[in-house]
């Protein structure tokens, strides 16, 4: 059995939507016949073994929380390459003595160099396969020919190329990631390709109850990338106009100040776990949710947008032009406009009272769940990883 030595920032027991899409893909990957490895920081003093899942630890002087403050700061002005340098070193120390040039290096990229540097410094004296997936761009990269805002950061570009370029295979997960890649690396193309990642595991889904009041979701993180204020500001607006409307919000809200403006008139849920999440949602809600909110997250597909396909049910979007976007409106599973433009998003929302209109998109939604499930779009990667 061929060995995959899958390599993330984070893994269980740690319970977040990006965790559990990343157990989803581990185990899937071991069913198609990989002995798969999964190599994360950990948080002990020293190395853990633990059902083929390897804790390497940070290897911190200092007190965790100062120890990663200090190394996002090292990162941010050029003195550490990444963050997770002081892991990567660990890690590097520890694993070069456990691969063989016959296993395979999956590094996966959350917004971080950390993984993709640890397995070209492997692949460089070992010469196994080298596969890097990314599920968001590097952070503080250049996407194309844009930049998150705040504050200064050092370019990514040249430690980006240096480490992909030793990669056999360089999976993205959406078409404008590829794109800007191939435009900043041409020497890269022939490595590079895409697969959108879909979701976990089917939902066992409900009949639709009629109502005559829309239930609208979002659901996952409270941050300035997400603003998710924006849903609570069309509420406030459309009820105005007697729509029958309830905004669910659903996370983790209580950090972020400028919903709590909103918390009167919407209803504010707690954090849930996985399995209940979905259940709450195929019970009680009709619309889900997705926002993003900076151009430069076109080069982001949320995975709320393959959940909500899996719950079959229609997505409005508050978008920058890109994948998200494309995939919500070519494929007619909601409406997905500019994140800046809360009258299109308060005139979608309207549109979807329509129970015709809402009809149509979830029976679209229904027609094409299954192509979006994680077991099938695995196999697109599976196969490439054979050919290597």
Not at 114 to 124: E, F
Not at 212 to 217: W, Y
């Amino acid at each position: 059995m061929r060995r995959v030595f899958y390599l993330t920032r984070s893994y269980l027991p740690d319970q977040s939507g990006g965790i559990l899409m990343r157990v989803a893909a581990v185990n899937f990957l071991r069913d198609k016949g990989y002995q798969v490895i999964v190599v994360t920081p950990g948080s002990n003093n020293k190395i853990v073994q633990q059902d083929d899942i390897w804790y390497i630890p940070h290897n911190m002087k200092l007190p965790k929380r100062l120890s990663m403050k200090l190394n996002a700061l090292y990162a941010q002005y050029g003195i550490y390459e990444d963050y997770l340098d002081p892991w990567v070193k660990q890690a590097y120390d520890y694993l070069k003595g456990h691969l063989s040039n016959d296993d395979i290096i999956f590094a996966t990229c959350g917004g971080e160099l950390g993984n993709i540097k640890l397995g070209s410094l492997l692949k460089r004296i070992i010469n196994c396969k080298f596969i890097v997936n990314f599920r968001d761009p590097l952070n503080h990269s250049l996407v194309n020919n844009m930049k998150t805002h705040g504050n200064f950061y050092v370019s990514r570009e040249e430690n980006e190329k240096k480490y992909l370029s030793n990669a056999d295979m360089i999976v993205t997960s959406n078409q404008s990631h590829l794109k800007s890649l191939k435009t900043k690396y041409p020497e890269l193309s022939s490595k590079l390709t895409n697969n959108y990642f879909g979701y976990m595991e089917k939902a066992n889904l409900l009949p639709r109850q009629a109502n005559n009041e829309l239930k609208i979701a979002y659901s996952g993180t409270f941050t300035a990338t997400q603003r998710p204020e924006i849903l609570a500001q069309a509420i406030e607006a459309l009820k105005r106009d007697n729509l029958k409307l309830q905004a669910y919000f659903i996370g983790q809200y209580q950090q972020y100040p400028p919903i709590f403006n909103y918390t009167n008139q919407n209803m504010f849920i707690p954090f849930m776990p996985h399995a209940e999440y979905v259940e709450f949602m195929l019970k009680n809600i009709d619309v889900g949710l997705i926002s993003l909110a900076d151009d430069y997250f076109g080069a982001c597909v949320p995975s709320k947008l393959y959940e909500y396909i899996n719950l079959g049910i229609p997505i409005i979007g508050a978008l920058p032009e890109g994948d998200a976007m494309d995939i919500i409106n070519k494929n007619q599973y909601g409406i997905a406009c500019r994140y800046d433009d809360n009258i299109s998003l308060q005139n979608a929302i309207r549109k979807m009272t329509d129970r015709n209109i809402y009809n149509e998109f979830r029976k679209n939604i229904l027609r094409d769940r299954d192509i979006w499930f994680m077991g099938e779009r695995i196999k697109e990667v599976v196969g490439w990883m054979q050919a290597l």
